[in-house]
Nanobody, 127 residues
Framework: QLQLVESGGGLVQPGGSLRLSCAAS????????IGWFRQAPGKEREGISC????????NLADSVKGRFTISRDAVKNTVYLQMNSLTPEDTAVYYC????????????????????WGQGTQVTVSS
């Protein structure tokens, strides 16, 4: 089965950047739709980005649009979330998830059908 491992989280000052990685093993990542989620303390899990299998079309939540970018490296079998202009409101545990989900167009943020999840990586934005 697909196995996902996130990395790249940490402590960063407001306005800084981080790049999260979601490394896959077991299957070619391009066959799977991958989503990024985050969960802040006391809040519900939020779907913030996704990249569709095969076509590689991407989608971003309004809360991160213009600051975050999702991309995929087929050779490294890894999906990245580049996060710029970070604010304290971005502090959360970030998860990647994947599944064999097809979309006729853009992937749906926060899709509840993902079966495969990483362990999460903590992102803290603080001065």
């Amino acid at each position: 089965q697909l196995q996902l491992v996130e990395s790249g989280g940490g402590l960063v000052q407001p306005g800084g950047s981080l790049r999260l990685s979601c490394a896959a093993s077991g299957f070619a990542l391009s066959q799977y739709t991958i989503g990024w989620f985050r969960q802040a303390p006391g809040k519900e899990r939020e779907g913030i980005s996704c990249i569709t299998s095969i076509t590689g079309r991407t989608n971003l939540a309004d809360s991160v649009k213009g600051r975050f970018t999702i991309s995929r490296d087929a050779v490294k079998n890894t999906v990245y979330l580049q996060m710029n202009s970070l604010t304290p409101e971005d502090t959360a545990v970030y998860y990647c998830a994947g599944d064999l989900i097809s979309y006729p167009g853009l992937c749906a943020l926060g899709d509840r059908r993902y079966r495969y999840w990483g362990q999460g990586t903590q992102v803290t934005v603080s001065s």
